[in-house]
């Protein structure tokens, strides 16, 4: 087997891209209405309250809507936008996101219209996340109320901010290697995709507590912007003679196996050429010896 490479001057534009997508679920998990959903409420709370109970705000987003099925994130950065602070001052607290490992239910309550409390949510109804439920009205509790580290969901926050007023809103959640990993994870594998939970660090603290703009709020969304590399297409495959042979183009700073099966129902993928990072956009020629009834290739890049 070989693998021949060449320089063509190509625009990378066709094979990275930027997306920014928005939350296709979230709601509020809140103490002090434990049996409440907040699926439809315009803002999602999250921090301790002047009284102590705490709030946490949960965030699914979807990458395999927009983004190529086999692509590479490059960085993944999340904007909230705070929209209202606590009425007799505030702390300011660190906020963590924590990816969840467990599925849950947005809901679609919103507080009643003559209700004197715009965060009160509503009472939930079958399959609905409350602060005991994960989906209420079934077996599916919380491991602890709101929510338990390890189990419910990640302990280490994949990213953090510090959350003071609204003044200093929006809040941008930085790209970091494990934001990458979350949302190469969800794009890899959509049955794991639970979202993120926004956790105040210091819940013993009063007047940490923000309304964070939700998916309702079409002023202040929540924006999840995506930098990927699409995956490199096979091109031009034909046999010749006793070989079979295709192209791909490589892209700078980016390293590519080249894999192969004999059988999808049976067998992994075999590696068989790998090809180290390029200085420029280059298309590669590979060429297989044909030995047997069929193969199956795809290129991966890492």
């Avoid at 928005?22 to 709601?27: G, I, K, L, N, P």
């Avoid at 390293?255 to 420029?280: C, H, I, K, M, P």
Wanted: glycine residues 8%; charged residues 15%; hydrophobic residues 40%.
């Amino acid at each position: 087997m070989a693998v021949a490479c060449w320089l063509v001057t190509l625009s990378t534009l066709s094979f990275a891209g930027s997306v920014t997508l928005t939350s296709v679920a979230d709601t509020t998990l809140s103490q002090a209405f434990p049996s409440n959903n907040f699926g439809a409420v315009p803002f999602v709370n999250a921090g301790t309250t002047q009284n102590f109970t705490t709030n946490r705000g949960l965030f699914k987003f979807d990458p395999t809507a927009v983004v190529p099925a086999g692509s590479k994130i490059k960085s993944a950065r999340l904007t909230l936008a705070v929209t209202k602070e606590p009425a007799d001052g505030f702390n300011f607290a660190d906020f963590g996101l924590h990816r969840m490992l467990r599925d849950w239910g947005e809901g679609n309550k919103i507080t009643p219209t003559n209700s004197q409390n715009a965060g009160t949510g509503a009472p939930a109804t079958t399959n609905e996340a409350t602060w005991f439920y994960r989906l209420a009205f079934t077996t599916n509790t919380w491991s602890a109320p709101g929510a338990r580290g390890l189990t419910d969901y990640v302990g280490t926050a994949s990213s953090s901010q510090t959350i003071y007023g609204m003044s200093d809103s929006p809040y941008l959640f930085g790209s970091s290697q494990q934001m990458v990993a979350d949302v190469q994870l969800w794009l890899d594998h959509p049955e794991t995709n639970f979202g993120w939970l926004l956790v105040c660090a210091q819940e013993e603290r009063d007047f940490s507590a923000r309304r964070f703009a939700s998916r309702e709020d079409t002023n202040h969304l929540p924006e999840l912007v995506l930098e990927y590399v699409a995956p490199p297409l096979i091109e031009r495959p034909q046999r010749s003679g006793n070989q079979f042979s295709f192209l791909f183009t490589a892209l700078p700073g980016e390293g590519y196996a080249v894999e192969f099966r004999n059988n999808l129902s049976s067998n992994g993928w075999q590696t068989l050429a790998e090809l180290g990072t390029v200085a420029d956009v280059t298309r590669v020629l590979v060429v297989d010896a044909i030995s047997f009834p069929q193969r199956f290739y795809r290129i991966r890049s890492y």
